[in-house]
Nanobody, 118 residues
């Protein structure tokens, strides 16, 4: 089994920054990709940023230039999301998804709340 834990959420004013962390542990043979997703109240879950095992990254248009996803060089099962210039519309629960060889749909964490006040 694989456990995924997100941390780093909180309340911040518009224009501020937050750094989210995602740590995966357990029976992990190989991580194909890790991704950040978010779900705002009344909306569907959407992809925010993904990073592959080779280091390729993809971002939603709404966060390009403001958010940066990275993997920890010393702890490959850890991923970060640096969020700058936050906007009220970034308010959501942010989830981490870890795609492994065993499970292509990935493993999900419980999520961390990000609230941006105007």
């Amino acid at each position: 089994q694989v456990q995924v834990v997100e941390s780093g959420g909180g309340l911040v004013q518009a224009g501020g920054s937050l750094r989210l962390s995602c740590a995966a542990s357990g029976s992990i043979s190989f991580i194909r990709a890790m991704g950040w997703y978010r779900q705002a109240p009344g909306k569907q879950r959407e992809s925010v940023a993904t990073i592959t095992s080779g280091g390729s990254t993809n971002y939603a248009d709404s966060v390009k230039g403001r958010f940066t996803s990275s993997r920890d060089n010393n702890a490959k099962n850890t991923m970060y999301l640096q969020m700058n210039s936050l906007k009220p519309e970034d308010t959501a629960v942010y989830y981490c998804n870890v795609v492994t060889l065993q499970r292509l749909q990935g493993f999900w964490g419980q999520g961390t709340q990000v609230t941006v006040s105007s």
